[in-house]
């Protein structure tokens, strides 16, 4: 009667165990479908384990083990490429600490050295994964997919008269086809920390961001006019928070957001976000210095995005919303 074959278990690397156990086979005469047969491996398995980490021809168990270790940890290092190219690598380390994502390392380097090899974010990642240096990096990698914030009710914006809102916004504005037209919000402030707070304006095009530390919520529209002021403003996106409800001071053209729906102005929630990076939700304000604020809005600001094809707030900012004559009263 034909024995019937045994089932093999689906693919696993050799372990030290079952490469002790190949040898003491091996040097009994087995044949390498019965060795198989017996450690539940594919045949081709064995044949490729053997032929692979056999040294002069001779299989032995720990030599074995110690070659499969290093192929195994060059197949794993995806950034060769990076790592022989000192520049490129010199590049990478610099900007991942700067908050530069891989994506946008990845852009902004073609752009800064035209004539150098490509690389792809993929291969950054992997580089950071599985480099040397990778314990070192990760920690400036972004972390992703936080909780959205709990809607909260409140009778916020119940005393803010003739709102505009957002449904009554030109399409110029939503389709961002032009440059001045800004969003605006303050940071909040923690319970348990004093009552200052940043408010913060982005223009929407540029992604360019601006901000200034005030001593309370009830003076965000005075924190506006100071940082908008010198600027040529279109319009302005705010939330219904009651400090928004002397918006007619400023002059501009203002709209408003659907109550509870703060992400209908997106980018300033997002640049938010990059400064939450820098000063934690629970932080005082008032142990940061302007001096600090301002290089923390500075740093951000010069970050290449993609949707920017790869330059910086701060350049199309100054470039392409700026004329040169009102460059010296933005600084």
């Known amino acids: 009667m034909r024995k019937a074959p045994l089932l093999k278990n689906k693919y696993r690397h050799f372990s030290q165990d079952n490469r002790n156990e190949l040898a003491i086979l091996l040097k009994k005469g087995y044949s390498l479908r019965s060795i198989s047969d017996i450690l539940k491996k594919n045949p081709s398995s064995v044949s490729r384990e053997v032929k692979e980490n056999s040294v002069k021809g001779v299989y032995d168990s720990q030599k074995a083990q110690d070659k499969a270790r290093v192929r195994r940890m060059y197949s794993k290092y995806q950034g060769m490429k990076i790592r022989d190219n000192p520049l490129l690598e010199q590049y990478i380390h610099h900007n991942i600490k700067l908050s530069w994502s891989p994506e946008r390392i990845s852009g902004r380097w073609l752009i ?6 490509s690389v792809t974010f993929k291969s950054i990642y992997k580089y950071i994964r599985h480099s040397l240096f990778g314990s070192r990096l990760r920690i400036y990698l972004k972390y992703q997919g936080r909780p959205k914030r709990d809607e909260k009710n409140s009778k916020w914006g119940e005393t803010i008269r003739n709102r505009v809102f957002i449904d009554q916004r030109p ?3 939503n389709q961002r086809l032009r440059y001045g037209d800004f969003e605006a919000d303050t940071m909040g402030r923690s319970k348990s920390a004093s009552s200052q707070t940043l408010v913060v304006a982005r223009e929407r095009k540029s992604r360019f961001i601006l901000a200034k530390k005030v001593k309370q919520l009830r003076y965000t529209i005075e924190g506006l006019k100071e940082i908008l002021s010198p600027l040529p403003v279109k319009s302005i996106t705010f939330d219904n928070g009651i400090e928004n409800s002397r918006y007619h001071e400023l002059r501009i053209k203002s709209y408003f957001c659907q109550p509870y729906t703060y992400w209908q102005k997106g980018s300033v929630e997002n640049g938010i976000g990059l400064i939450r990076e820098y000063i934690p939700k629970k932080a005082d304000l008032a142990y940061y210095s302007d001096s600090y604020i301002s290089a923390i809005i500075d740093r951000i ?25 009102n460059e010296q009263c933005c600084t």
């Open 301 to 325: 600001n010069n970050i290449p995005m993609k949707r920017l094809k790869y330059r910086t707030p701060k350049e199309v900012f100054y470039s392409r919303y700026l004329k040169v004559n």
């Open 112 to 117: 800064d050295y035209p004539y150098e090899v």
């Open 171 to 173: 399409k110029i504005i």
